[in-house]
């Protein structure tokens, strides 16, 4: 899925995937959008278009003359979004399929709790 | 600021109108790319804003001017197309040096690079360069004069798909540096729609479209499901392109906007939404028949 949205889209969410592993620190400097522009090879407007989807939810702040920075619980913002639209839509969509298949709710808990624990134990691996 | 500006900008060649009634402004320090099927008028439009051809009718401006005849537009802008001609008893590195003492804002560091990269012979003439290597020098010609105005008409014709990539990144990075006003037609829209800023899509002479490329990815979806269900659905709608898939199923294009009108339905009947590619939404909106090629194959 990732390809097919808006690039300005993608680039809103690799500058919160950042934040959120803690790549950017409160009132820290973010890319500028002809950072942004050089990395992904893209037109700056665009990436401007994907920096001022974060500065609409108050995730980043301007400093006029200086650039964008990141808000204070700017973090918080975006577990709490993601959880409460992000996750939400996906479960929904799980479930529907799950619904069509006539996968029951118990089946439907069980495939869950398998895949947390296979990407825990990948995860035990990992480290 | 406006950059160019067409109004009810007309070119007939005989009782042909290449240019048909087209009205466009484009803002200051910006990548447009034109694009539009063959014989859409995008070369006639670019020599237009050139200066190279008097408009029929309508009006053109380029820096506040009309552009034909115009001092300030010849020597401000750059038009590279793969019929560029140079003195022929002069090489590359001749026709390079030629070139910074004709252009104000040359930058001999930045042509050499690319020369050198693109390993081109100093030496060699340029009509004997394959069609390739030829496109490659007449785009570092286009890069590094820096005009304030630069046109490319499908600067890429005969590059291989390697240095077509080096020559977008390329195009990208000099702009970054040294932001200015560039148009360029191309028929590869996937492959240069994240650099641009904006497209102007063209069909017969007049313009089908004209927004941010960044918004051109989510202007329309398709849905795919059993025919009489989307049939049922887009009833009314404006359909950009329908076929029919398997025996009874058909995939139909129609505007995003609508389809997230119809978003409740969609769902609820557990039609299928997929993505429309760029150049694919280019080809449906600019083609005569809602079928496409299949039309010629499927008549019965």
Redesign the interface.
């Known amino acids: 899925m990732v390809g097919d949205k808006p690039i300005y889209v993608q680039i809103a969410e690799w500058l919160e995937n950042e934040i959120l592993c803690g790549n950017i620190k409160e009132n820290e400097k973010i890319y500028s959008q002809y950072q942004l522009a050089e990395m992904f090879n893209i037109n700056p407007a665009t990436a401007a278009k994907g920096i001022n989807i974060l500065a609409d939810q108050g995730i980043l702040y301007k400093k006029r003359g200086l650039g964008m920075f990141l808000s204070a619980k700017a973090k918080e913002k975006i577990q709490y979004q993601r959880k409460n639209h992000t996750l939400k839509k996906l479960v929904e969509e799980v479930v529907s399929e799950a619904q069509r298949l006539g996968v029951c709710e118990d089946e439907l808990m069980g495939m869950l709790r398998d895949a947390r624990k296979e990407l825990d134990e990948h995860e035990g691996e990992g480290g | 600021m406006s950059v160019i500006s067409c109004t009810g900008l007309t070119k007939n060649f005989r009782r042909v109108k290449a240019v048909n009634g087209l009205s466009f402004t484009i803002e200051e320090n910006?990548?447009t790319g034109l694009i539009g099927p063959n014989g859409a008028g995008k070369t006639t439009l670019l020599k237009i804003i050139a200066g190279f051809l008097r408009v029929s009718s309508g009006q053109v401006m380029v820096f506040a001017e009309d552009p034909f005849n115009s001092l300030k537009v010849s020597s401000n802008m750059i038009f590279i197309d793969e019929n560029m001609k140079f003195a022929p008893s002069f090489s590359l590195s001749e026709i390079m040096l030629a070139a910074s003492s004709f252009y104000k804002n040359w930058d001999m560091e930045l042509a050499k690079g690319l020369f050198d990269y693109f390993s081109l012979d100093p030496k060699q003439q340029h009509h004997n360069l394959s069609k390739g290597m030829r496109s490659t020098f007449n785009m570092i010609i286009g890069l590094a004069a820096r005009c304030p105005l630069t046109i490319f008409d499908e600067p890429t014709s005969g590059m291989d798909a390697g240095v077509r990539k080096d020559f977008?990144?390329a195009l990208?990075?000099d702009y970054?540096q040294n932001p200015r006003n560039i148009i360029f037609s191309s028929h590869l829209l996937s492959e240069v729609e994240?650099?641009?800023?904006d497209i102007l899509l063209l069909q017969n002479g007049q313009k089908r479209l004209h927004l941010?490329?960044?918004?051109l990815?989510?202007f329309a979806v398709a849905l795919r499901d059993k025919t009489e269900i989307i049939s049922d659905l887009t009833a009314g709608q404006e359909v950009y392109y329908q076929k029919s898939v398997g025996k009874d199923h058909s995939y139909v294009v129609i505007r995003r906007d609508a389809a997230d009108g119809l978003a409740k339905r969609i769902?609820a009947a557990?039609v299928e939404v997929l993505?429309v590619k760029s150049d694919d939404l280019c080809v449906y909106l600019t083609t005569r028949n809602r079928g496409g090629i299949d039309d010629v194959f499927d008549r019965n």
């Open positions: 910006r990548i977008y990144r990208l990075r970054l994240d650099v641009l800023e941010p490329s960044s918004d990815k989510g769902s557990g993505p």
